[in-house]
């Protein structure tokens, strides 16, 4: 196997990536042989970083050939670094196939093209990385799934029956497709969470076989058009049920809230359930015969979200300062919870363990804001995180190469006896001075190639440590501060909303605005089938006017109250509370969310 050092050094980049995420939840992983040739079809709603969840949790750690944009080759060094790591040029035109894809050359050129280039990778036994949906996009669930991963598929093992030598088989491991759903429980949210569920395979040339042996019409090929449909609704039905889909914003955004109000904030809902529990909420609310009671229970819970929304609080973080949704807090009782969060924020051993860190990497977290501002495109949520956790990530490789500096610059300006004044327990003195004799043997001086050497391989060690140890400690702390500090921020806005004076709220009309939810534009590069769109489904709502969060935390305690009251009473009168009530009651983690059996 080729050593692919290019990819090796993406994929640990893609590593550092992912750790703009607090947790990245694999499943599956016994569902992805250990060799054989291989197609990846995944879902594809968050960019780059979905490119960097496959590398790096991809079982047994297999290099991966994505399928990547033609466009993207066009610039020389970028091109380069695709090659190198495997990468396969695909041309495309989601909204117009019978066009020319690109200048002076015809579909069916590029087609051999990207088929000789997939069928080598196959041949080989590598992995083919594709997103079957042709491109990024925010949607309430999977818009489309084409063809060309089926097709390339099917094509291959029709190549293979062909091509014989001596009477065997050319490869005796048959090809598998693997659907894979990425799931995000806030794609755009820095310390949000993964779910990465890699499912059942599909023998392709069972498959085939099986759909031809079962045609009374004889017409099926391994290459035929209807097989390719037939393979590719396959691959999307196994997609479909490894991911969260929603009929529309609405009853996305509705389960959202009822998920958030049942397990007080998806950060305390296990990754191992969020996605079940997510789709199972989904057919509650979209079922047609549902209870009487779920249209109230719906607009409640889409008004109390939208007002999340504007306010900019998230429902986990105004439980952590007021639980009892029954509670309308006086103004002292703001106030106190504020000074209490305050001192909780800034006195607690963890934010004091986390401080060095967070000063070191405030450029970081600066960089990271003003970079997805700057390219972001704000009706494009998909885009947001990439920006955020690359610019991040190099702002915080510049903070620990000043730190590599400045150790580099004390290892060649100091002695020994610098040690000794540094103020660290006896007992550690003697390893410090050790460490610090073998480190400065780096930096001898020596004019050589072989000092030189040595010199280099001094400062990358120490850029390492210094990057290893500083990241981890930073990773470590950074979640339970930044939980912290969001309710930190919640208690302000308590504060200030309950301080204002009751003629400063909104109402009526102007509060109307920020109690129905935002719903982005549709992707231009959706290319949507008939009859997926429900009638009642609303069209594109743009976001409405910035507002000081103080003027809606007075709507938005009455909102949660009421959502709350009217989810418990859907789900009693739905009698959907198999265990609910009583894991509740008991205090449990989480409770499972099911039909009455």
Not at 97 to 124: I, M, P
Not at 534 to 539: I, L
């Amino acid at each position: 196997m080729e050593a692919k050092l290019v990819y090796r050094g993406l994929r640990q980049l893609s590593d550092w990536a992912l750790r703009f995420y607090s947790e990245i939840r694999v499943d599956g992983q016994e569902n992805v042989p250990r060799d054989g040739p291989l197609i990846i079809a995944s879902c594809h709603h968050n960019e780059i970083l979905d490119i960097a969840t496959l590398s790096v949790t991809i079982p047994h750690g297999r290099p991966v050939c994505f399928w990547a944009k033609s466009t993207m080759f066009k610039n020389p060094l970028v091109r380069v670094i695709l090659l190198s790591s495997g990468s396969i040029p695909v041309a495309r035109n989601p909204n117009n196939a019978s066009t020319s894809v690109e200048s002076g050359q015809g579909q069916s050129t590029v087609h051999e093209a990207l088929f000789r280039e997939t069928f080598k990778a196959l041949d080989r036994e590598e992995v083919i990385g594709v997103f079957p949906e042709g491109t990024s996009y925010t949607e309430p669930g999977i818009a489309q799934v084409k063809d060309g991963a089926s097709r390339a598929a099917l094509e291959y093992v029709k190549w293979v029956q062909e091509t014989k030598v001596g009477g065997q088989e050319v490869k005796d491991k048959k090809l598998q497709i693997v659907p894979v759903g990425i799931v995000y429980t806030n794609k755009s949210q820095y310390q949000s969470k993964v779910c990465v569920r890699w499912g059942k395979p599909i023998n392709v040339e069972a498959f085939a076989n099986k759909r031809i042996s079962e045609d009374s019409s004889s017409s099926l090929t391994v290459d035929s058009r209807l097989l390719v449909k037939e393979l590719s609704a396959e691959t999307e039905k196994r997609m479909l049920e490894l991911t969260i889909n929603a009929p529309d914003w609405d009853t996305l955004y509705a389960i959202e809230a009822a998920r958030d109000i049942l397990w007080d904030g998806s950060e305390r809902l296990p990754t191992s359930h969020f996605v079940w529990i997510s789709q199972n909420l989904v057919s509650l609310f979209s079922d047609p015969h549902a209870a009487p009671s779920a249209p109230k229970a719906r607009q409640a819970l889409l008004r109390y979200h939208s007002l999340l929304y504007y306010a900019n609080i998230s429902h986990g973080a105004l439980w952590g300062i007021l639980p009892d949704p029954s509670i309308s807090p006086s103004r002292s009782h703001a106030l106190s919870i504020f000074i209490r969060q305050l001192l909780v924020t800034a006195l607690h051993p963890r934010f004091l363990l986390y401080l060095p860190t967070l000063l070191l990497h405030i450029p970081a977290y600066a960089t990271g804001l003003l970079t997805d501002c700057v390219l972001g495109n704000p009706e494009e949520e998909e885009t947001h995180a990439q920006f955020k956790a690359i610019a991040g990530g190099v702002a915080a490789s510049a903070a620990y190469a000043g730190v590599t500096a400045l150790i580099v610059r004390k290892l060649t300006g100091g002695s020994p006896g610098i040690v000794s004044s540094w103020k660290a327990p006896a007992l550690v003195l003697p390893v410090l001075k050790s460490l610090y004799t073998a480190a400065k043997w780096f930096f001898r001086g020596d004019s050589g190639l072989l000092g030189k050497t040595r010199t280099a391989v001094g400062v990358f060690g120490i850029f390492y440590a210094t990057s290893f140890l500083i990241s981890h400690w930073h990773n470590h702390w950074v979640g339970s501060n930044y939980t912290q500090f969001k309710r930190l921020i919640a208690s302000w806005k308590l504060v200030i909303g309950l301080l204002s004076p009751r003629s400063a709220e909104l109402k009526g009309e102007k509060l109307a605005l920020y109690t129905v939810p935002y719903i982005p534009p549709p992707s231009p590069l959706i290319k949507r089938r008939e009859g997926t769109q429900g009638a009642n489904t609303r069209a594109h709502l743009p976001r409405a006017p910035s507002v000081a969060p103080g003027k809606l935390i007075r709507p938005l305690l009455e909102a949660r109250s009421e959502a709350t009251r009217s989810l418990w009473s859907f789900l009693v009168d739905s009698k959907y509370l198999r265990g609910l009530v009583s894991a509740k009651m008991k205090g449990e983690a989480w409770m499972q969310v099911g039909p009455a059996t």
